[in-house]
């Protein structure tokens, strides 16, 4: 059974900085597509930032390039999104994920890819 749950949300004024954590069992965060995604309040859920296997390509969406930053740790088996320079519109529930295909693609920035969800992290960005 796959599970994930992430951990590190919080407020924070903008141009702060938080670490997102995504700890999983059931499935090897080295060999599997990871993600994070978002949603605020009244809009679709949008994707942050993919992750092919720890070989593969990273993508981020164009509003957090250069900001986030989403790695592997494998030995604990974790997914991290740093996010720095955070402004109001990053205010958002964060979504870890993962695919169900070993050494699959995360095509882009798309979630068809992604099979298994985290409940989420809440993160308020305050101007």
């Known amino acids: 059974q796959v599970q994930l749950v992430e951990s590190g949300g919080g407020s924070v004024q903008a141009g702060g900085s938080l670490r997102l954590s995504c700890a999983a069992s059931g499935v090897t965060v080295r060999a599997y597509c990871m993600g994070w995604f978002r949603q605020a309040p009244g809009k679709e859920r949008e994707a942050v930032a993919t992750s092919d296997s720890a070989y593969g390509s990273t993508v981020y969406a164009d509003s957090v390039q250069g900001r986030f930053g989403i790695s592997r740790d494998n030995a604990k088996n974790t997914l991290s999104l740093q996010m720095n320079s955070l402004q109001p519109e990053d205010t958002a529930m964060y979504y870890c994920?993962?695919?169900?295909?070993?050494?699959?693609?995360?095509?882009?920035?798309?979630?068809?890819?992604?099979?298994?969800w985290g409940q989420g992290t809440q993160v308020t960005v305050s101007s």
């Open positions: 994920a993962a695919g169900r295909v070993r050494w699959g693609s995360c095509r882009g920035l798309s979630s068809v890819a992604f099979t298994y």
